[in-house]
């Protein structure tokens, strides 16, 4: 019964930080600080949360290893889930983020929007955007589908 609430309260805990960032925080940022600044922010705190994502999804993985009491098929299920969640995490924060950070320095004091680099920039931000949204979704599923 612990191990359960256990899950439950990893799975709570990573969602609803990707929901709070996502959706709440960070369009609030940039809809009263300036741009960059909010930017800036955001991206500290999309650091933070992908540090939290890793966290969880060792947390939940151990978890779901000790949960004998759930049938094989459920668990696996949720493994899938928890993994997929955590490749979401790695392909943002490993892979977009520094080829993000590169194409902002080397674009300078006048911004990445002014820039030649705009194109590449904005590209790998919507891919970045539509995996969050993924990962968000598939925090839905492993609150509902948790026990």
């Known amino acids: 019964m612990k191990l359960a609430a256990a899950r439950r309260l ?4 990573w969602a609803g930080s990707l929901w709070a960032v996502g959706y709440l925080v960070a369009p609030t940022l940039f809809a009263h600080v300036d741009s960059s600044l909010a930017g800036e922010m955001v991206g500290h705190l999309l650091r933070s949360e992908a540090w939290l994502s890793i966290a969880c999804a060792l947390a939940m993985l151990a978890l779901l290893r000790l949960a004998a009491e759930l049938e094989p098929r459920h668990r696996r299920q949720l493994v899938v889930v928890v993994l997929a ?4 995490t790695l392909v943002v ?3 977009l983020q520094p080829v993000m950070a590169q194409l902002r320095e080397a674009a300078g004091a006048g911004g990445v929007r002014n820039s ?4 590449q920039f904005a590209m790998l ?4 955007q539509l995996i969050y949204v993924t990962q968000s979704v598939l925090g839905v599923v492993l609150v509902v589908r948790i026990r």
Do not use: D, E, K, R
């Open 93 to 95: 924060y490993l892979g």
């Open 116 to 119: 030649p680099q705009w194109g």
């Open 125 to 128: 931000h919507g891919l970045s």
């Open 85 to 88: 969640m955590l490749a979401c």
């Open 10 to 13: 990893v799975a709570s805990l």
